[in-house]
């Protein structure tokens, strides 16, 4: 699968603890992993349910 993965806006100086954020080439859906294990599991999710996350979150910093 071709996946365009980009590091997440919020992920600064934490030490590493950070995620990326993919695109595939199949439209409606939204990768998720850790930088640090790239080869490790990968969330899916659809556009819908990603950018309802991430809305919350920027509402509610308690859940990051």
């Known amino acids: 699968m071709d ?3 980009r590091k997440s806006s ?6 590493g603890n950070c995620i990326e954020v993919g ?11 850790d930088t640090k294990d790239r080869r490790g599991p990968v969330l ?10 991430a809305e919350r979150a920027k509402q509610d910093r308690t859940i990051l």
């Open 44 to 53: 899916v999710f659809s556009q819908r349910a990603w950018r309802t996350f």
């Open 10 to 15: 919020y992920s600064g100086g934490n030490g």
């Open 23 to 33: 695109a595939p080439a199949e439209p409606g859906r939204v990768l998720v992993r």
């Open 3 to 5: 996946v365009t993965w």
